[in-house]
């Protein structure tokens, strides 16, 4: 950190300076120019940077090292790839999840599944806790779902990813899902991600509604600070002024957080846009961003889907979107597995 003081400041403001960071655990580094004096206070304890703008004499106060140390390519400077069962995310490797918002029955489910593992698809998706607007729509079927969602995934021999919403919840799911999934509400749930970071199976974070990118990192530092590297971002859209589409999609959070950070970042289109028909070219333009991987809403039958109908593909769009992004990844040097 860069601590710039006002121009001719007092050598007492100055020294009152670095007395204030030396008691928060700091070194002072001090730089006298012709009227500015700069002082670098080195360390890893955090400080809130308001409380040294506020000393008298303090111009500004200029943040050189990022928050995030684990989530960080200075941490690691190498993809960090996540296998389940066989299929990758990350360092080149486009892992792809679809399936339904939400489990409706067996028979749902195991029809959407015969078509997407048919396809080649190996994981399936599918909420069983539902985060919902409304208190009077449909909940998820709780328990019940996750344990149909384990009998088809086993029957297809594929891997689940689910929701869960609460730390109570943590358990039930390490039972039944490979990859838990973290919603974009619980985003800054800190007591459920510091939980997740006690686990040991990979979590797939959601970026918030309205979540900077810093906020979603540091939501993911959370998790890896506990313990667990196993971190798969996911960016699913934000909330902007625009409403024809449901969300944003924010296509360039793909090379920022790439820049950033090792871990994966994977690309909710269906969420990101809440239409069916911007699906595929807003999956084709993630692919060609280089994101790490996608996951995809798809119904055996959309229009009587409970949730989310209108942005899940039926599967024949599903199946020549597939063939479309396997061509178009290996344009950008990554595998679709
Ligand atoms: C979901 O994937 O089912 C979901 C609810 O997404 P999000 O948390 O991104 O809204
Ligand atoms: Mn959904």
């Known amino acids: 950190m860069l601590i710039v003081m006002q121009p001719n400041t007092t050598e007492d403001k100055i020294q009152k300076v670095i007395d204030f960071i030396k008691q928060k655990g700091f070194d002072a ?3 006298k120019g012709s009227d500015h004096t700069v002082i670098g206070a080195v360390g890893r304890k ?8 506020l000393l008298p004499g303090v111009k500004e106060v200029i943040r050189i090292s990022s ?3 684990l989530v960080s390519r200075a941490f690691q400077e190498k993809d960090t790839i996540i296998d389940i069962k066989g299929i990758k995310f990350g360092g080149g490797n486009v892992g792809i999840i679809a399936g339904p918002c939400t489990v409706e029955s067996y028979d749902q489910m195991d029809i959407t599944a015969s078509k997407l593992k048919s396809y080649g698809v190996n994981v399936l998706r599918g909420g069983a806790f539902k985060p919902r607007t409304s208190p009077y729509s449909f909940q998820g079927l709780g328990e019940e779902g996750l344990k149909i969602l384990k009998e088809v995934a086993d029957k297809y021999n594929m891997a689940i990813t689910s929701e869960v919403m609460e730390v109570s919840q943590i ?4 039972k039944y899902v490979d990859i838990l999934q973290v919603g974009a509400r619980n985003m800054q749930n800190f007591n459920l991600l510091k939980s997740l970071g006690e686990i040991r199976k990979p979590v797939l974070l959601k970026r918030g509604l309205s979540a900077t990118i810093e906020e979603w ?6 998790i890896m600070a506990g313990g667990n590297r196993e971190v798969i971002l ?5 909330r902007t002024f625009e409403h024809i589409t449901r969300n944003t999609l924010d296509i360039s959070a793909i090379p920022v957080v790439q820049k950033i950070s090792h871990l994966p970042i994977v690309v909710d289109p269906s969420h990101a846009t809440g239409l069916r028909d911007k699906v595929a070219p807003m999956s084709k333009a993630a692919v060609a961003a280089g994101c790490d991987g996608l996951i995809i809403e798809v119904h055996h039958s959309p229009d009587t889907a409970v949730c989310d109908g209108a942005q899940s593909l039926y599967p ?11 061509a178009l990844a290996t344009v950008v040097n990554k595998k679709i597995n």
Not at 316 to 326: D, I, P, V
């Open 316 to 326: 024949e769009q599903f199946e020549e979107l597939y063939k479309e992004l396997k």
């Open 46 to 53: 955090v400080i809130d940077k308001r409380d040294i703008e």
């Open 234 to 238: 996911c960016e699913r859209g934000i």
């Open 171 to 174: 358990p039930m799911f390490e």
């Open 29 to 31: 580094h001090v730089s």
């Open 67 to 69: 928050p995030y140390k």
């Open 217 to 222: 990192l540091m939501s993911a530092e959370y």
